[in-house]
RNA sequence: GCCCGCUUAGCUCAGUUGGUUAGAGUACUUGCAUGACAUGCAAGGUGCCGCUGGUUCGAGUCCAGCAGCGGGCACCA
């Protein structure tokens, strides 16, 4: 082995040999457990949350394998619709100069296709290198074959139940993308703005209660003055209720519209008068329908202002109430340009009342960085609420549980109020609506055109024609985890694997996706007796990764981090040409480049997937957000050298040599092979992590898991253990070498498997060398080769947690640390032999003393050891108390009295301190009298030990100070 | 405006049902080529546990209020 852990070394052909082999897949044997990943856009390439989860779910996964379940990890990505039309509408721009409509749209979804068969297997190259142990033979896309089917059939059947319908309503349009979104995908975002005051005359010579012959309303958004139909004063408004039922002549276009009596219009706003404009926001839309007034569109799909206006009624019918005629000078204007030019017209007519600053919250699609237009169009609905009923007992009823559970409030809030979903989107890539329309728009929802001819009986000269609108991608993620599984055929992996077990996930996409899976699956799977099946028993939420200055981590931002980087490490070059090239926004690009030399000044060193995988089980905490910090990592890849070098240890001293293992029907026995105390500690040591791994694996606790691993490796196995096994092995008896060369094996050996989940190239590479040394009996397969990743996981072991020798061995490290310690301080080398006095020996110290002289010597580099009897002071010397026993190191030469005084008196303040606190307590009489009796003797044991030392400490220091 | 979360060592974070002297990594100080490892070894210092009050024999932990930070929802003519 080499002196220092390479992990570019091992990786990749581990992987490759891990895949051939067919660990991967599911066994068919044991209880199954299943995870389905959240499935990442195909668009996209992994980042450090991916990393996060996935080192979660395959952490689980092999966990739950080596525990014998069947497991399986279901993969696969989603379409994305719009950032994949998007990527291939701008590669077809900078390629061919063409745009979609060029091509034609089944052209153009051609294209599509063959870009995601070049580009789209980028994330799953990732995931390889992480060491996802996922069955690649069953990843699926949301546009496959069977996939599409499960969407079309859900479609159908929620149309036929009466979940699904059309309608002409007001919904978020994104002028950029020419589509409708979901209330999700529009983010609310403050922003400076202002707002106009605007005079509308009042007709038929009506006056306010003030005189005017006019009203003003306020808005933000003069520009849709062109679509009001009414104006709206508080029933209450002692200045305008009178006005109700009058009307307004409105400017511009010269249409009568009425005043009405609304509690939408706040007193204490604006003028207290607003305008209503039903058909361009969704306050107005709904104090339109509660009046009764007609809907004008006066927008495109551009939001550019209409030649001619299109009027509607409440119920979306075609209505002639008003003229259509819109002034022509503002036709065809943009949104934002006709603003100032009708706002530049009210100023001419002196109609402008004032100008104000003013700050708004506007809507803009997430994707796309546009403020949405609230737009009358027709578009296809869930009818959410109903499905949502049995997806939050679901939760609260504990069949599907989150985890952390503070999440559950999110949902519930979230599931309390929630809007029916628009799912129709007017793109081109994705799932398209199965409805077709006869000549008279009238809508048919059928599978396919056959089957809707012959359901309702249509004759072969009516022509139908399928609806141009795709579903949005959501739609066929919330079917994930059962249309990966085959539905709508009842195969039998939905039969072994749903429900899931559980779902990794941010909490980030709670609304878009949880909820919406929950819903779903409930409404589509049943179990034998009918009931309703849930898509995963639990939610394990994951926090947010930041970077090191705790902001998220964004393209824009140019702080993005790719897992690959902290893998093999990247060039400050590359990172530069990664992080700047090929930007929306070019501009960025300094800013990006200075923050990133300052950041990464040598770019990034390579730390290997084991360690960047441990490094996110140790972050896993119940906390929401993460910021990530490089030390960490680093830390961690010294953890996995350190093992690496246990393990050389472990091996220069074992292989080829007797390590006492037993062979087929024979039992190792005490004439053969002989424990020493630290054998017997460590293997009770180890079972004590093993049963801490596995509480937290099962509570997802990582960080944890993590925790114990390293400090059982590090501070128990290699500080101590490994020191402790030099004495044996370079001086003791054959039997004494051969036992302890068993516990090395056998130690290593099963916390290589402990390990294993978390750490699954390095563990595989030292398994395999020390695994014949053993005495564990590991499967095999045909070929007589075996891997660690498929073994049985450690399981706990109260027999071989000896507490006498746990105990002892304490006592020998506290023998041990105390010589160190007073080295330390009085700089005595650590090479330098010294001899040792003890005082106060007990028959319980004796006999560590005796089993032990071997361990104490080594590890506190003791040239002898001298009892002195009870009348003996001893020569002057720097002491420690361990119990009853004084340590004295005679200071002859080595120790200067005044160093050892100040030494002294810092341990006597500290204990005089904490006697004098436990003296406080135990004289406190309501202590004593409601403490419980195990507290108080406690406190009791504690004082006589901290004034039984305390008293050894004072004279000792005595006896140096009259030198 | 409503709801949720966070605040512990210089930094990043643990801290179970309240119970010894509040921990880890990292950083820092000192010493060390000792036979697995300098990506190392040994020793060491490091804290108004955000603030105020309450409950309790006892509070980092439970309760209330306040402050700061973050998130979600709603409103915004």
Redesign the pocket.
Known sequence: ME????PSDIEQSLYKTWEEQGYFSPTGEGDSYCIAIPPPNVTGSLHMGHAFQQTIMDTLIRYQRMQGKNTLWQTGSDHAGIATQMVVERKIAAEEDKTRHDYGRDAFIDKVWEWKNESGGTISKQMRRLGNSIDWSRERFTMDDGMSEAVQEVFVRLFEDDLIYRGKRLVNWDPKFHTAIS??EVE?KDKKGH?WHLRYPLADGAKTAEGHNYLV?????PETMLGDTGI?VNPNDERYKDLIGKHVLLPLVNRLIPIVGDD????????????ITPAH???DNEVGKRHNLPLINIFDHDAAILTTAEIYDTKGESSDAYSTELPSEFAGLDRFVARKAIVAKFDELGLLVEVKE????APYGDRSGVIIEPLLTDQWYVRVNKLAGPAVDAVKDGQIEFVPK?YE??YF??MR?IQDWCISRQLWWGHRIPAWYDQNSKVYVGRTEEEIRAKYDLADDIKLSQDDDVLDTWFSSALWTFSTLGWPKQTEDLKTFHPTDVLVTGF?II?FWVARMIMMTMHFNKDENGKAQIPFKKIYMTGLI?D?N?D?MSKSKGNVIDPLDMIDGISLEDLLIKRTGNMMQPKLAKKITKLTKKEFPNGIESHGTDALRFTLTS?A???????W?M??L??Y??F???LW??S??VL??TEEQDCGRSTAGTDITETNLELSLADRWILGQFQQTVKTVHEAFDTF?F??AS?AL??FT??QF??WY??LT?PV??NGTEAQQRGTRNTLVTVLEALLRLMHPIMPFITETIWQRVVPLSNFAPALNEDGSCSIMVQEFPQFNQALCDTQAIDDLEWVKQFI?AI??I???M?I???KPIPVLLKNINEQDQRRLDNNSQFLSALAKIESIEILADNDNGPASATAVIGDLSILIPMAGLIDKEAEIARLN?AID?LTQ?AQ??RG?LS?E??V????EA?IN?EKA?LVE?ESTLQKLVEQKAQIAIL
């Open positions: 002196k220092t852990f390479t209330d999700l609310n707002m309303v306020a808005t933000t958004r709206a939408h219009a706040d007193m204490d706003k604006g003028t207290g008068c607003v305008k926001d969704f306050n003013h700050d708004l919250v503070q409030n999110l809030s979230w109020d980030d609304f930041r090191e705790g998220k972050v905490t119940t906390g929401r957000d993460i910021s910090d030390k960490r680093e830390g890849r010294n996995c050298n350190k070098n246990a050389r240890y220069m001293n606790r960080d944890l925790q390293y400090e590090w501070n290699c500080d490994l020191e030099k092995l370079f640390v160190r310690n080295r330390g301080e700089d080398s650590p090479n810092k500290k904490d606190r436990t307590k406190n309501k202590f009298s409601k403490a419980p507290v406690k504690k901290a």
